[in-house]
T-cell receptor
Framework: AQRVTQPEKLLSVFKGAPVELKCNYS??????LFWYVQYSRQRLQLLLR??SRESIKGFTADLNKGETSFHLKKPFAQEEDSAMYYC???????????FGQGTRLTINP | DTGVSQDPRHKITKRGQNVTFRCDPI?????LYWYRQTLGQGPEFLTY????????KSRLLSDRFSAERPKGSFSTLEIQRTEQGDSAMYLC?????????????FGPGTRLTVT
């Protein structure tokens, strides 16, 4: 079964502090992993994809196949990072996305 | 705006009524997806199209739900005999086979409230 788990519904950190949003997945093959973000009053948008290995807005995520995790990290949080973050996976063939429940990140000034 | 558009943005209906939502994908995106999102949950997959062909339907899509994409462009999602449990945000997304199927672009959603 395909499943994505984000254990933290809410996460609050201070500006300038490091941020880590956790994501664990369950999938029998080799999935594609993604982080999507939804800022206030905006639509859901792709933040980053594991295969691209990019750093977007200072965020990085490393796929750990042994731990089946894809945690999102940023060394120094900024207030504009406050948003809802969803981890998602897609199986081979790029069909549906399976999303986690999401983590609401709040950056305090 | 060249992004994915959805209409209406909000719909309030009484239980038992039929509703239809429309999604216009990004021009020339050949894949179109429908998701449903309830409060406190991530989006859940409902169905997707490649061009006009409906290739997969979730078990969430009961017989009361039907989706079409007749000309491979816009899509409609109809819910017949609505129930209170159908209240949710209905999201549409599209992706392109010429660039990257994996990157789905989402619309703003249609929020359905069944009273």
């Amino acid at each position: 079964a395909q499943r994505v788990t984000q254990p933290e519904k809410l996460l609050s950190v201070f500006k300038g502090a490091p941020v880590e949003l956790k994501c664990n997945y369950s999938y029998s093959g080799s999935p594609e992993l993604f982080w999507y973000v939804q800022y206030s009053r905006q639509r859901l948008q792709l933040l980053l994809r594991h295969i691209s290995r990019e750093s977007i807005k200072g965020f990085t995520a490393d796929l750990n196949k042994g731990e089946t995790s894809f945690h999102l990290k940023k060394p120094f949080a900024q207030e504009e990072d406050s948003a809802m973050y969803y981890c998602a996976l897609s199986g081979q063939g790029a069909q549906k996305l399976v999303f986690g429940q999401g983590t609401r990140l709040t950056i305090n000034p | 705006d060249t992004g994915v558009s959805q209409d209406p943005r909000h719909k309030i209906t009484k239980r038992g009524q039929n509703v239809t939502f429309r999604c216009d994908p990004i021009s020339e995106h050949n894949r179109l997806y429908w998701y449903r999102q309830t409060l406190g949950q991530g989006p859940e997959f409902l169905t997707y199209f490649q061009n006009e062909a409906q290739l997969e339907k979730s078990r969430l899509l009961s017989d009361r739900f039907s989706a079409e994409r007749p000309k491979g462009s816009f899509s409609t999602l109809e819910i017949q005999r609505t129930e209170q449990g159908d209240s949710a945000m209905y999201l549409c997304a599209s992706s392109s086979g010429t660039t990257n199927y994996y990157e789905q672009y989402f619309g703003p959603g249609t929020r359905l409230t069944v009273t």
